[in-house]
């Protein structure tokens, strides 16, 4: 049985931890918002550089346009970006993103060079010894398309270099508050056809097909100025977007591991709680045991101690009676 | 029958007017008049000023470059990026004016260069436009909910 101190010291600071993990819970809720915002904000250029892109290829009649939208017969080596975390305390969340890019990359059955954003993702990978040839740590909060176009540079470059055949994007997308998917997004080339749906379909995202109707389009001042103009923002946009999700469900992966964290607190000090109330009333009828106990012995041994004196009265010589002055008129006023 | 139209950067989406009269799209093969019922054209546009006319009101902006998207009933500007004319700073883009120049007369290396060289075109596009909008006065906008806060 731990003392009353030490019951107490772990009470307080349990109830630190809660109180830790309730503010991080409500830093990653509004996180979360203006992650979705951010993504929200995007999709109006998203959804319409698509629609714009289908349309010109509907129009060209297939003919290549623009090396990225241009599908490769054989497909040597992929190149996946994993998106994953800096910091932990969420949750499954880097577990299952990188879970699906092992399963991803065991099923290819190809080389797979990678690239890491989020420190998570880098440390793990590292450790399973994948092929990492570019490292991404320490996005921002809220990320611009800036922060994002390095990596985007680094994975058309590759395309284009030949060095990698199809680019896919590993990342979590976010559904809602409480569910979050690991995902897999073929993203260069942009084409529908992604060696992905083959491979690992259960996972694939697809990019949201949206039907503005097919128009007879002018281009000024041709069709391949116009999508010169919208392919590499496009592909960069995906990328953007997918960060955003990422980021939108790393958040609230955190906030609801930070939600049973403090749920768990809050039980935790119930219990210790009540265990402190136990040892604290244990501790208080054994005090009152004792007094009453010595109380008790008390009252006995003074009960015994005047049967004695009251003995030894009796057997007491007369002739000291006189000495005794006290006791005389006792018994006299007694008599009387 | 009015114009529907969209202004959105990748970031975000900067302006929609359902029911527009006239837009003005600063083409790279030079400004394009959009009135209802254009045929179907997808173009490239350079540094311009876009402006998107209804009724008395009229709202521009600053675009430095992108895609726009003409439909019979609807214009999508996709833009590299934009500004509101509202939101251009007069004594802003001038400094930033100077400060391209100045760096251009240093003779940056080659990649600077070309940076140093857009920054001066897109300083000097939002100098235009806002002295423009300041020798007009008393101009009608067409979001009047951001009227209030100028």
Redesign the interface.
């Known amino acids: 049985m731990p003392t009353l101190r030490e019951v107490k010291n772990r009470i307080r600071s349990v109830r630190n931890i809660a109180q830790i993990t309730r503010a991080l819970e409500a830093v990653s809720a509004s996180r979360v918002r203006r992650a979705q915002a951010?993504v929200f904000?995007?999709r109006?250029?998203a959804e319409?550089?698509w629609e714009?892109l289908i349309?010109?290829q509907a129009a060209s009649k297939n003919l290549p346009l623009h090396p990225l939208l241009t599908e490769r017969e054989e497909v040597k080596r992929v190149m996946v970006v994993v998106i994953t975390s800096d910091r932990g305390l969420a949750g499954a969340y880097n577990t299952n993103i990188l879970r699906v890019a092992q399963a991803f990359e065991t099923r290819l059955g190809k080389p797979v060079d990678y690239v890491a954003v989020g420190r998570k993702g880098r440390d793990s990978l590292a450790r399973l010894g994948a092929n990492i040839i570019a490292s991404f740590t320490d996005m921002p909060a809220e990320p611009?398309?800036n922060d994002i176009r390095p990596i985007a540079r680094i994975a058309m470059d590759a395309y284009l270099d030949g060095e990698a055949d199809e680019v896919l994007i590993a990342y979590t997308d976010f559904i809602n508050m409480l569910a979050q998917r690991p995902a897999v997004l073929g993203w260069l080339p942009l084409t529908t056809h992604t060696i992905a749906k083959q491979v690992a379909a259960e996972y694939v995202k697809d990019v949201a097909m949206v039907s503005g109707g097919i128009?007879?389009?002018?281009?000024?001042?041709s069709?391949e100025?116009?999508v010169d103009?919208?392919v590499p923002?496009f592909t960069?946009?995906q990328l953007?977007q997918a960060l955003l999700e990422a980021q939108a469900s790393e958040h609230a992966a955190r906030m609801a591991a930070m939600r049973n964290a403090t749920d768990n607190a809050t039980q935790l000090t119930a219990d210790l709680t009540l265990q402190y109330n136990k040892a604290r009333q244990a501790a208080i009828t054994a005090e009152i045991l004792d007094i009453v106990g010595g109380a008790n012995a008390l009252q006995q041994a003074i009960d015994n101690s005047a049967q004695d004196i009251l003995d030894a009265n009796e057997n007491r010589p007369q002739s000291l009676n006189g000495v005794n002055g006290r006791g005389s008129t006792a018994i006299q006023m007694r008599s009387n | 029958m009015p114009i529907h139209v969209e202004l959105v950067t990748q970031a975000e989406k900067i302006f929609d007017e359902p029911a527009a009269d006239m837009v003005l799209v600063p083409a790279v093969e030079g400004e394009m008049g959009v009135l209802p019922n254009h045929a179907p054209v997808l173009t490239t546009m350079g540094y311009g000023e876009l402006v998107v006319r209804k009724g008395e009101a009229e709202e521009r902006f600053a675009i430095y470059g992108g895609v726009v998207d003409v439909r019979p009933d609807k214009v999508v500007v996709l833009a590299d990026l934009a500004e509101s004319s509202f939101a251009l700073d007069l004594q802003e883009a001038q400094a930033a004016r100077e400060r391209a120049q100045q760096l251009l007369a240093e003779g940056p290396p080659g990649a600077e260069y070309r940076q140093a060289e857009l920054a001066l075109r897109r300083a000097h596009l939002a100098v235009r436009i806002s002295q423009k909008i300041r020798s007009r006065g008393s101009m009608l906008r067409i979001l009047d909910e951001d009227a209030s806060e100028i």
């Not at chain 1, 128009?215 to 001042?221: A, F, L, R, S």
Request: glycine letters at 0%; hydrophobic letters at 40%; a negative charge.
């Open positions: 951010r904000a995007s109006a250029y319409k550089a714009i349309n010109i611009t398309l128009q007879n389009y002018d281009y000024e001042p069709a100025a116009v103009e919208i923002r960069e946009l953007y």
